[in-house]
């Protein structure tokens, strides 16, 4: 999280939704984020747009690690002066990342501010993140690996499980960035908080092993609401994750050379 925690200051389904109130994935090919609030004639680039909210995340990783709200005015300060402008457009993109990376949504508490809360998605109650201050929420991981078994018939095999997160460079023998040691978190971690089931498939020879929801998942969500965030994130995970690796990489470069 080092890497992820300093802000940028450069001349400078809930509420989230209420400043950018696109649902689609606003990635950087997008024209316009959401929809009607940066003109086609714009000069701010999308690539810009999603570049800010980038820098946004760190800053709302933190205030949802400290259990602390964020209002407008505090965001508008890890956005550069020439973006202030398209705070709506850079607001929506922020908090689809959150969302589908990190598995934390929005919620405005006071209009007036505004304000707002972090929570985690889906009525999920998965917290790893304030027990592991140098981590990073892992809800996004839980949500995603619900949704493979759930699309493969609410029982996948250990072989296409993988295969399904190799998508987002997630794989079972090699560290990631963000999630550490997937194997270890998904096969060990998820089970034992029983969101997970990890058990061998009966009879088979070679043994093989497969996955199915866990008690846990099924007392705090269901298959529809993980089906919908499922359908958003196979646009979107790939492309947000991969630029949050590649700004947080750029960062720590940085750092070491300073």
Known sequence: FSALDRPVLEDHSHGAHKEGQGDDCQGPEAVSAPAGLVPRSSPVSPESLMREAISLV??????????????????????????????????????????LVFGIEMREVDPSSPS???????????????????????????????????????????????????MMGVYAGREHYFYRNPRKLITEDFVQEQYLDYRQVPNSDPVCYEFLWGPRAYAETSRIEVLKHWAKFSRCVPRFLQSLVDWASRNEEEGAQA
């Not at 505090?74 to 993109?93: G, I, K, W």
Request: charged share 20%; net charge negative; with cysteine.
């Open 58 to 99: 760190p800053s709302l990783l933190l205030k949802y690690q400290m259990k602390e709200p964020i209002t407008k005015a505090e965001m508008l300060n890890y956005v550069r002066r020439s973006h202030q402008d398209y705070f709506p457009a850079v607001f929506s993109r922020a908090s689809d990342c959150l969302r």
């Open 116 to 166: 707002y809360i972090l929570v985690t998605s889906l009525g999920l109650t998965y917290d790893e993140m304030l027990s592991d201050k140098q981590g990073m929420p892992k809800t996004g991981l839980l949500i995603i690996t619900l949704g493979i078994i759930v699309v493969e018939g609410n029982c996948a095999s250990e072989q296409v499980f993988w295969e399904g997160l190799s």
